[in-house]
T-cell receptor, first 114, second 114 residues
Framework: AQSVTQPDIHITVSEGASLELRCNYS??????LFWYVQSPGQGLQLLLK??????LVQGIKGFEAEFKRSQSSFNLRKPSVHWSDAAEYFC????????????FGAGTQVVVTP | NAGVTQTPKFQVLKTGQSMTLQCAQD?????MSWYRQDPGMGLRLIHY???????DQGEVPNGYNVSRSTTEDFPLRLLSAAPSQTSVYFC?????????????FGQGTRLTVV
C-alpha cells in the first residue's frame, strides 16, 4: 500500500528566509506526486506536480520541488518566503494504476515571522 | 477553486440525523472523490467514483454513502450522524491522465455533529 510521510508537523521561518518542506512516500512503482497549499478556512490549491521527466519541478508562487527516487522523497522549496506563504502544506501521492486515488500526508503548518 | 461547487459550507447536525453534502463539477471529469480532513491526519479518502454509475470505498467509508447518477454530481450522504463525523469535508474532481492530470478541490464543508 502507498503511504506519505511529512515529518515536520510545524515549521517557523522568518520572512525572506528559505523554506524546505519534506515529503517521503512509499510506493512500489513511480508515483504521481503533488504539493497542495491550504490557507485558513480555504480549500486546497495545487502548487506543483510531478509525473515523469525532469526531476526538478517548478510551480506557482515561486515554489519548486525535487523528486529523488533513491530517497523516495519529493521535497518542496522556496528560496525566500513571504508572509503570505503562511499556510498548511500537503504532499500527496497518486498511483499510476489508480490515478485518481490520492494519498495525502498529514500536512506541515508553516508560520512566517517578521 | 474553479469548477467544483460544494454545498453547504457549514452545517450543524444532531447525533442520529441524516444529511447530504452536495458536490458538482462542470469540467466533465470522470473521477470524483470525497475526503475528510481532521487535524494531524491530512485528508483521508471516504469514497470515490471513476464515472457515472461506478463508486467504490476509500480508506474511511463507514457511515457514508455515495451515488453517481451523472458525471457532474457526486453527493455524500451521512446516514446517521455521529460526533466522530465532525470534520471538514472536501470534494475533488480529477480529469486527464499522466502529466495532464488535473485535480480540483471544492471549498469544503465544515460539519459539526453534536
Amino acid at each position: 500500500a502507498q503511504s506519505v510521510t511529512q515529518p515536520d508537523i510545524h515549521i517557523t521561518v522568518s520572512e525572506g528566509a528559505s523554506l524546505e518542506l519534506r515529503c517521503n512516500y512509499s510506493y512500489g512503482a513511480t508515483p504521481y506526486l503533488f504539493w497542495y497549499v491550504q490557507s485558513p478556512g480555504q480549500g486546497l490549491q495545487l502548487l506543483l506536480k510531478y509525473f515523469s521527466g525532469d526531476t526538478l519541478v517548478q510551480g506557482i508562487k515561486g515554489f519548486e520541488a525535487e523528486f529523488k527516487r533513491s530517497q523516495s522523497s519529493f521535497n518542496l522549496r522556496k528560496p525566500s518566503v513571504h508572509w503570505s506563504d503562511a499556510a498548511e502544506y500537503f504532499c500527496a501521492v497518486g498511483r499510476t494504476d489508480s490515478w485518481g486515488k490520492l494519498q495525502f500526508g498529514a500536512g506541515t503548518q508553516v508560520v512566517v515571522t517578521p | 477553486n474553479a469548477g467544483v461547487t460544494q454545498t453547504p459550507k457549514f452545517q450543524v447536525l444532531k447525533t442520529g440525523q441524516s444529511m447530504t453534502l452536495q458536490c458538482a463539477q462542470d469540467m466533465n471529469h470522470e473521477y470524483m472523490s470525497w475526503y475528510r480532513q481532521d487535524p494531524g491526519m491530512g485528508l483521508r479518502l471516504i469514497h470515490y467514483s471513476v464515472g457515472a454509475g461506478i463508486t467504490d470505498q476509500g480508506e474511511v467509508p463507514n457511515g457514508y454513502n455515495v451515488s453517481r447518477s451523472t458525471t457532474e454530481d457526486f453527493p455524500l450522504r451521512l446516514l446517521s450522524a455521529a460526533p466522530s463525523q465532525t470534520s471538514v469535508y472536501f470534494c475533488a474532481s480529477i480529469g486527464g491522465r499522466g502529466p495532464n492530470t488535473e485535480a480540483f478541490f471544492g471549498q469544503g464543508t465544515r460539519l459539526t455533529v453534536v
